[in-house]
Every structure is written in C-alpha cells, then in structure tokens.
C-alpha cells in the first residue's frame, strides 16, 4: 500500500508542474477591444469624437466584467467524471469478485467506495465551443455606445448626441478541459480524492465599429466619422485590431471526499464534500478567483438490469459574482455486454439568491425626441447598450449520453456527449469527452 501513496503524490504533484500558463491577459486583451472603439480617431467639426468616451466608459466596464465572469465560470465549474473506477471488486473472501453489475456512472456519482487501500486514476479531455450565451450567439454579439449629453438635460435634444457607435464583436471563444483525478479507499467506506483540470482558453475575434449617424442621414453633413472620410463622404464603418488571444494551465483543484453510509439490497447511500481551490488564473478566465464548497447526497441501486442513481447538491460559493447553487444530477447506467456499458444523464443547476449586478448588461439608453431646423419631429429613440438579454437566474438543463467500455478488470475507457437543454449562461453547442481511469 505504501508504494501506492508514494506513486499517487508523485502524480499529483508532477500534473501542475508539467502545465504552462501563457503570459497574455485575456480579460485585458477584452478590455482593450472595447477601449480602442472608444478611442477611435473621430474627425467632424470640434472634435466631437471625444463626447463618446465620458458616457460610455462605465458602460463598457459592467459589459467586460459580465461577459469576463460568465467566461470564467464555464472553465471553472465544469463537471468532473465520477469518483468511482468502472468495476469495484469485493476481496472480502479472498478473491476478487466484481461488486458492481456495469460500470457505473460517467459525471453523477454512485454510492460505492473503491475498497480499503485501493487507488484509481482517472483522466478525461472535453472540448467546449461556448458558442452562445443566453441564448445570443457569440458571433452576433452586439454593442453601442452613445453621445455624452453636452447641453440641457436631456440626450438627444440637439443633432449630434442622437449619433452612436456600434460594436460588433464576433466573438469565438473555446476552451479545452483535462482532468486528472485520482482516489483513495482510506477504509471500505471512506475515498479521498483529488481533480487537477487543466484548462486551454482561446478568443478570437474580428470586431467591427460603425457609427450610426443621424446627423448624416438627416443633412447630409456628418458631424462623427472614422479619419479618413469628410463631414460629406464620411467614413461610418472602421474594422478595429483583431482579437487573438490564447491562455493555458492548472483550472481549479478539486479536493473530495465521500462516505458510504448505507448499504441495501436494492440501493446504497453516500455523502460527498467538495472543496474548489482558486488556483487557476482569473485575469486569463482558467479559474473563478474564488474557493467553493458543495456537498452533495448520493444515492444509487441496481433494478433489474438498470442501475439508477441520484445526486443532490448544494453548491456554496464565496465568489461575489456567483451565486450558491442547488443541483440534481439523475440517470442510469446499463450494462449492454460484458465490456460495455450504457449511461443517459441528465443535470440542473439552479441558482438561488439575489440577480448579481456584476452579471448585469446595461439597460436601454433613450434618446429623447429632437424637433429639427426643417421642422421635422424626430421621435423619441431606444438604443440598447447590448444585445444579451438580462436575466434573474441563468438555470442550466442539461442532458448526457455516453458508453463506457472495460477492457481489463482494471482500465475503464469513456466516451460521453453533452447537450444543453435550455440557453441559460454561457452554453457549448455540445461537449464531446473522452477519457480513461485505471484501479491499482
């Protein structure tokens, strides 16, 4: 047992050591984005191009830290595979002899331990596209900036504060997800474990500024345009720097533990507590910047040839930009031959407190209504600051199938997609995974 200890700490000690954080800051990277719209060079007669920047600069900050947040959340929180190998062995008799009729779950977890003295290792790669967040494309992703109201109160009372800038982000973000897990059996009843994630992040973008400008629409003399175009001929569109930016290395820990505290004829019970450490890095988005705490109860049993299971949780956060969670993790697992293994899972988080207002886009920005030299009544106006909706809760459904293959009594191979099921948060488009765990 003594050796298994020593190759277990140098395994998990060796995984961070291996990893390799680029040096780019991607929330910086993100901010630059939207400073540099802001600092365009606007010609127009009286250097108006600089009414733009006082207006909108706490605009865009709310816009960096929700969008940096919900980034940062998906690397984070991303589910880790099942704390039990594909088959456990019963050596009360003196030979082994397989415990289990399938081999198990691959996200939820089931009730059984490993067995006294027994260590596992696991490890799983997921890709994740992060394709849409509530429900918007990344691609479609949309913002406007409006003119600083310079006069009387009220903007939208002369000409050239009823012009606004539009940003058009088109955003692709993807992260790849690999976790190193491995677990202990302190007693029959007792496995220690640990999940070390080691997370890829890319964003890319080709963003686009155009200015929407009524003062051209309305005389033909444009009083902000891109340098380059005339208050005539004006230059309203302008492709801005390119976003290309990539980050890398350890996510956040997770230290585990779980107690099976009932065994039944037709089902067993555990406990499980999870620790998340803040070790992966919040300005590049590896990591939520914060500890987290969940503890769960588990349930699973074995009907006929199916074997169900059933995880609640409740998920303490201490991060002020994410809230506590409840979640349920339900499905079965079937043995479809001797080596294969069939799972369906499906898994809600739901989130419980007050709307969090760093998870806030801004709100409509009205322009009031301008009666013109011509005499002309232009009606009142309604520019929204973004096109991501705002929401009370980003409740995540999700859905999962996948097979579970053993070649040996001691190596499980793992394949599993998952789907979302609604368009809370920031959601892949689908997560394929793959892995392996080995029993020692």
């Known amino acids: 047992m003594r050796w298994r200890m020593i190759l277990a700490i140098v395994l998990i000690v060796s995984i961070p050591a291996i990893s390799h954080a680029q040096s780019e800051n991607l929330r910086g990277s993100l901010e630059d984005v939207f400073s540099d719209v802001l600092e365009l060079e606007l010609a127009g007669p009286g250097n108006h191009g600089d009414h733009f920047t006082p207006a909108n600069v706490g605009a865009s ?78 691609q479609d992703f949309l913002f406007a900036f409006t003119h600083q109201d310079i006069a ?141 705490f969940k503890f769960m109860f588990i349930t699973s049993g074995q009907w006929g040839g199916i074997n169900p299971h059933l995880n609640l949780a409740y998920d303490r956060r201490s991060s002020d930009y994410e809230r506590d969670q409840i979640e349920m993790t339900w499905g079965f697992d079937q043995k479809a031959t001797d080596d294969l293994t069939i799972v369906v899972e499906w898994a809600g988080e739901f989130e419980m407190g007050d709307e969090i207002e760093e998870l806030k886009f801004p709100e409509l920005t009205t322009i009031g209504a301008y009666e ?36 040996s009594p001691k190596m499980t191979l793992i394949a599993n997609v998952i789907f979302p099921l609604n368009d809370g948060g920031l959601r892949s488009s689908w997560i394929p995974t793959v892995g392996l765990s080995i029993s020692l």
């Open 152 to 292: 009387d109160p009220g903007l939208g009372d002369r000409p050239t504060e009823r012009d606004y800038i539009e940003l058009a982000l088109d955003l692709d973000l993807s992260a790849t997800v690999a976790a190193f897990q491995a677990s202990y059996g302190l007693t029959d009843r007792i496995d220690l474990g640990i999940a070390i994630p080691y997370v890829s992040l890319s964003m890319s973008g080709d963003p686009v500024a155009r200015m929407n400008s009524f003062t051209f629409a309305s005389t033909d003399t444009a009083f902000h345009y891109f340098e380059g175009g005339t208050s005539t001929e004006p230059i309203l569109s302008l492709r801005t720097t390119p976003l290309d930016e990539s980050a890398s290395g350890i996510g956040d820990i997770a230290l585990r533990g779980k107690v099976h505290v009932f065994a039944g004829a037709r089902g067993d019970v555990a406990l499980l507590a999870e620790a998340r450490l803040p070790t992966g890095d919040e300005e590049n988005f590896l990591g939520s910047g914060s500890s987290s």
């Open 61 to 138: 900050a709310s816009i960096i830290e929700a969008l940096g947040n919900f980034i940062s959340a998906s690397a984070a929180s991303f589910p880790l595979s099942s704390t039990t190998p594909g088959v456990v062995f019963d050596f009360s008799s003196g030979v082994p002899v397989a415990a289990t009729t399938s081999a198990g779950p691959i996200f939820a977890e089931n009730a059984t331990t490993v067995g006294k003295g027994a260590l596992t290792f696991g490890a799983t790669v997921s890709q994740l596209n992060l394709a849409r967040l509530r429900g918007v494309r990344t």
């Open 372 to 407: 013109g030299p011509d005499g002309n009544t232009y009606a009142t106006q309604y520019v929204t600051p973004s096109n991501i909706p705002n929401r009370s809760a980003d409740n995540i459904l999700s859905s999962g199938v996948g097979l579970k293959y053993t070649p």
